[in-house]
């Protein structure tokens, strides 16, 4: 069974920063991709950026590039994202999420290509 948990999540002020930290168990973390979505209120849930799982390949979503960086350390079994120049809009609860099958890049999937955490809130204050 996957389990993913992720941590990190809080109140930050426009401009400012967070990391988000999703730890994984239940198989061999270092063969599978991984990927954060969010999901802002009354809006559907969102691919945020996913990393293959060499971590040579990385796909971010347009409203983040230059601003999220994802990252994986496969003796932790985790992968991280680094929220920098935060923004109001970037407020939603954000998921950890492992894909499926082994040995992906990254690229979005649909929901049902993931195994997926309990989320974390993420609030940015202006």
């Known amino acids: 069974q996957v389990q993913l948990v992720e941590s990190g999540g809080g109140l930050a002020q426009a401009g400012g920063s967070l990391r988000l930290s999703c730890a994984a168990s239940?198989?061999?973390?270092?063969?599978?991709?991984m990927a954060w979505f969010r999901q802002a209120p009354g809006k559907e849930r969102e691919f945020v950026v996913g990393i293959g799982w060499t971590a040579r390949s990385t796909y971010y979503a347009d409203s983040v590039k230059g601003r999220f960086t994802i990252s994986r350390d496969n003796a932790k079994n985790t992968v991280y994202l680094q929220m920098n120049s935060l923004k109001p809009e970037d407020t939603a609860v954000y998921y950890c999420?492992?894909?499926?099958?082994?040995?992906?890049?990254?690229?979005?999937?649909?929901?049902?290509?993931?195994?997926w955490g309990q989320g974390t809130q993420v609030t940015v204050s202006s």
């Open positions: 999420a492992a894909d499926r099958k082994a040995y992906g890049l990254g690229q979005r999937g649909y929901e049902y290509d993931y195994y």
């Open positions: 239940g198989r061999t973390f270092s063969s599978y991709a």
